[in-house]
């Protein structure tokens, strides 16, 4: 299930990175994103960041690499400033995925389950559930017996 959401996400975090380089760019600052060109199945992770740092060590480089190994996320970075004579390679950010999921869910659940029972207390139950739909309700309901039961 993971997996088949990652296309999705790196969509979203493409989006995101685009925004951040044109803010960049729009302050005077020269960038060129080459979002996607990477393809780690040729060359991977850091093998590949050195292979891109010989060619091109004179120009200021930053390289943010996503992985998902099992129910792991790593983000590493490469970087060098175009004046260092070798790159710097590590891990960003590292987390379980099933368990940050798994929180994101039952925070949600949560805070719907409140809105839920403000709605009891105010009598619109119905009003409430039928904007969510029967599914909806009852996947929620789902979560709350879950976590909580």
């Given at each position: 299930?993971l997996?088949?959401?990652l296309?999705?996400m790196?969509q979203?975090?493409n989006r995101?990175?685009?925004?951040f380089?044109e803010a960049y760019?729009?302050?005077?600052?020269?960038?060129n994103?080459?979002?996607?060109?990477?393809?780690?199945?040729?060359?991977?992770?850091?093998?590949?960041?050195i292979?891109?740092?010989?060619r091109?060590k004179t120009e200021p480089?930053?390289?943010?690499?996503?992985?998902?190994?099992?129910?792991?996320f790593?983000?590493?970075i490469?970087?060098?400033?175009g004046?260092?004579?070798?790159?710097?390679?590590?891990?960003?950010?590292?987390?379980?995925?099933l368990?940050?999921l798994?929180?994101l869910?039952?925070?949600r659940?949560?805070a719907w389950?409140?809105?839920?029972n403000e709605?009891i207390?105010?009598?619109?139950?119905?009003?409430?559930e039928q904007?969510?739909?029967e599914?909806?309700?009852q996947?929620?309901?789902?979560?709350?017996?879950i976590f909580?039961?």
């Amino acid at each position: 299930m993971l997996r088949e959401s990652l296309p999705e996400m790196e969509q979203f975090l493409n989006r995101s990175l685009l925004n951040f380089f044109e803010a960049y760019s729009s302050h005077g600052r020269a960038i060129n994103d080459l979002l996607g060109a990477w393809d780690h199945q040729l060359l991977p992770s850091k093998a590949a960041a050195i292979a891109l740092f010989q060619r091109i060590k004179t120009e200021p480089t930053l390289l943010l690499e996503a992985v998902v190994e099992g129910e792991t996320f790593d983000l590493y970075i490469a970087y060098w400033n175009g004046r260092q004579s070798y790159l710097r390679y590590k891990i960003a950010l590292s987390f379980s995925c099933l368990e940050t999921l798994y929180t994101l869910v039952k925070q949600r659940t949560l805070a719907w389950i409140k809105r839920r029972n403000e709605h009891i207390e105010a009598g619109n139950l119905a009003e409430f559930e039928q904007r969510y739909g029967e599914a909806t309700v009852q996947h929620f309901l789902n979560n709350f017996q879950i976590f909580w039961e």
